[in-house]
């Protein structure tokens, strides 16, 4: 992991950030659905807390809109959890697991409203029911703009394709991509390949002929699950 921001970086490294540097520019005209996503959930702790729960295994335009719905009937921890498991469930569907994800929230909601708020440390988040750590580290890239690189299965995916990483687990790809990148750019890291992930290097069919990165991706022009 580098320890400072003064560290001599590597080939390897200073071409990671110039891609990702190049991928966020190429991704940003294109509007992709994190984006929306993200704007649209940063008002507190709390409401991006429930909304990155709801987002698991669901597409960003429904986890939106039905972040958007249960918001409207309770936007406080107190007034969510005076709701009960099947109005929260009703309130959310159709997301993924939408009844686990409304039992999380509720037990979520009780948990801090007898408490000291969201919290702000991976420990902490991660004693939380439904949050793993994918879903604890995103929210302290946006909740508390702390550097953090939630892994998701864009960022696993993605960082593999491009060589960034080897590693077989979400865990071990995020310790590569911690040592590869200066911790200043952990927290973009995510967005960046979501959205890339979303518009271009998709799972099937990627867009390599449209990409950026066509000229040096050591994967160019994938056909099969990296």
């Not at 590693?167 to 911690?178: A, D, H, N, S, Y």
């Amino acid at each position: 992991m580098r320890s400072s921001s003064t560290t001599k970086r590597s080939p390897a490294e200073s071409k990671a950030i110039r891609d990702l540097e190049a991928v966020r520019k190429f991704v940003a005209p294109l509007a992709p659905p994190v984006a929306s996503f993200e704007a649209s959930i940063r008002s507190t702790p709390f409401r991006i807390l429930v909304s990155v729960l709801l987002s698991a295994r669901t597409q960003d335009p429904v986890t939106e809109k039905a972040a958007g719905r249960l918001f409207a009937e309770a936007d406080t921890p107190g007034k969510m959890a005076r709701l009960t498991e099947a109005e929260i469930a009703r309130l959310i569907y159709p997301v993924g697991f939408f009844r686990t994800k409304a039992r999380h929230i509720l037990g979520i909601c009780r948990i801090l409203s007898a408490g000291n708020g969201v919290p702000s440390t991976l420990e902490g988040l991660l004693e939380l029911p439904g949050i793993g750590r994918k879903s604890a580290n995103l929210v302290l890239a946006l909740a508390f703009a702390r550097p953090a690189i939630a892994v998701d299965t864009h960022v696993f995916r993605i960082s593999r394709r491009l060589g960034w990483a080897k590693g077989k687990t979400p865990v071990e790809v995020e310790r590569e991509l911690e040592a590869l990148f200066p911790r200043k750019s952990w927290a973009d890291v995510n967005q960046v390949l979501v959205g890339f992930g979303q518009t271009i290097c998709r799972p099937l069919r990627p867009k390599c002929h449209a990409c950026a990165l066509r000229k040096t991706c050591p994967s160019a022009i994938v056909t099969r699950n990296a």
